[in-house]
């Protein structure tokens, strides 16, 4: 037994440095009828020969304004390729002009969008907020620039859009585009990105962070969001479990954690951390608003057929103050106690009336509960559409954000 271990924890080293090779390989090896091309409104079109030419070479368009109601071109190419960089800065970095300017990214002449988000949350943290972080998909150096570097292949055409849907003029709006033109194998899939929000949630119900998607794929993660009612007080708002319904699953999931802070990686709540798979970037227990993210890299999601990913909406406190809670008209639903180790499970009990009940133990509570909660899901598809809802109004958009 002594023998295999060390023979295991060998070979082991033997892929590792193996693989760390290939990766150290890739970064010079030089491949055949690749172009790399720059969009940026220097050089829109991503022509050869073309960039800077306003002003006599001099920065002579370095930026737009996006008047409201209007909408501006990042992007518009033929051919085959890879988007594989987006970066962008602007004037008014508000919540409410987070949530107003609408990315948008069309695939192989696609009248419908793959991508039609918000555009903070779009670039890794919900909520309008911003904060410094990194994670492997997004970055935001000094809380003021947007960056994203998830892989975007594309086989006839790419076209990304900003939309302005707020009801002031955009000053300045700074960006490029950085892309490759080869091409793709007919399996290449395409990238996708969907956001949802209830502003309320319903008693019950689990939110979607995904709604049923069909055909084949992979599933890259999400950035949640999360603003917590103010009826349930200080309590814990993050006991939910996220389900990955695939591949004709229906009423139960294949895949389902524990916990939502459990599924971002950490546990017994969420403070502010930002890692490259998973991160709270904002954790502000004083404002009860919470954005986290979770990106399937190293252990990843397929689907063959068909994906649906939602999150329980279910928090927790002390019996005692769930108790209060209830007493204080709160809307929720108790459905365990934890006394130290034996799992009373409220829903199985045929006699369960309510908490007050003298034969139940003492222990953390957890409840049913309604908050505000969004989400951006990215996922990669063998089409480039899906039958996903349209994005929500404005209006629901922006309700409630500071």
């Known amino acids: 037994m002594k023998n295999f271990s060390k023979l295991s924890v060998f070979l082991i080293l033997i892929i590792f440095v193996f693989s760390e090779k290939i990766k150290a390989q890739e970064l010079y090896e030089i491949p055949e009828n690749t ?78 969008p793959a991508v039609t988000v918000p555009i903070g949350d779009f670039f890794g943290i919900g909520l309008g907020e911003r904060v410094a972080f990194e994670s492997t998909f997004f970055s935001d150096p000094e809380e003021r620039s947007f960056n994203c570097y998830i892989p975007m292949p594309f086989k006839t055409s790419a076209k990304i859009i900003v939309r302005n849907e707020s009801a002031k003029d955009l000053k300045a709006l700074f960006y490029d585009v950085n892309f490759i033109k080869k091409e793709h194998t007919d399996d290449t899939p395409y990238f996708h990105a969907y956001w949802n929000r209830e502003n309320k949630t319903k008693l019950k119900e689990d939110f979607e962070i995904l709604p049923k998607v069909k055909g084949k794929g992979r599933f890259l993660g999400a950035n949640i969001g999360v603003i917590t009612a103010n009826e349930y007080e200080d309590t814990w ?52 608003k919470y954005a986290f993210y979770r990106y399937h890299v190293p252990d990843p999601v397929y689907f063959y057929d068909d994906i649906r990913i939602t999150v329980q909406q279910m928090g927790g406190g002390g019996k005692e103050k769930v108790k209060e809670l209830i007493a204080k008209g709160a809307d929720l639903i108790p459905v365990t ?16 009336k309510n908490l ?47």
């Not at 190419?77 to 949530?99: A, C, H, Q, Y």
């Not at 130290?340 to 499970?345: A, M």
């Not at 309604?370 to 929500?392: C, I, M, Q, R």
């Open 35 to 112: 172009i790399t091309a720059w969009s940026s409104f220097e050089n829109p079109g991503a022509e050869k020969g073309s960039g800077g030419i306003e002003n006599k070479g001099a920065k002579g368009h370095a930026f737009n304004e996006v008047e409201a109601g209007k909408s501006v071109v990042l992007l518009d190419v033929k051919g085959s390729g890879v988007v594989n960089r987006i970066w962008m800065t602007f004037s008014d970095r508000s919540p409410e002009m987070l949530r107003s300017l609408v990315i948008e990214m069309y695939w192989d002449n696609a009248e419908k």
């Open 237 to 288: 708002w993050g006991e939910g479990e996220v389900k990955m319904y695939i591949d004709g699953d229906s009423d139960y999931p294949s895949l389902i954690g524990s916990g939502t802070e459990d599924y971002i990686g950490t546990a017994y709540g969420q403070g502010a951390f930002a890692h490259r798979f998973q991160g709270s970037p904002v954790a502000n227990t004083n404002e009860g």
């Open 337 to 352: 106690i934890d006394p130290d180790g034996d799992f009373v499970k409220l829903l199985e009990m045929e006699d369960f």
């Open 356 to 402: 007050n009940d003298p034969n139940l133990p003492k222990g953390w509570t957890n409840f049913f509960r309604s908050d505000d909660v969004s989400a951006t899901a990215y996922f990669y598809l063998d089409k480039p559409v899906s039958e996903l809802p349209k994005l929500p109004s404005i209006e629901k958009r922006v309700e409630g954000l500071n």
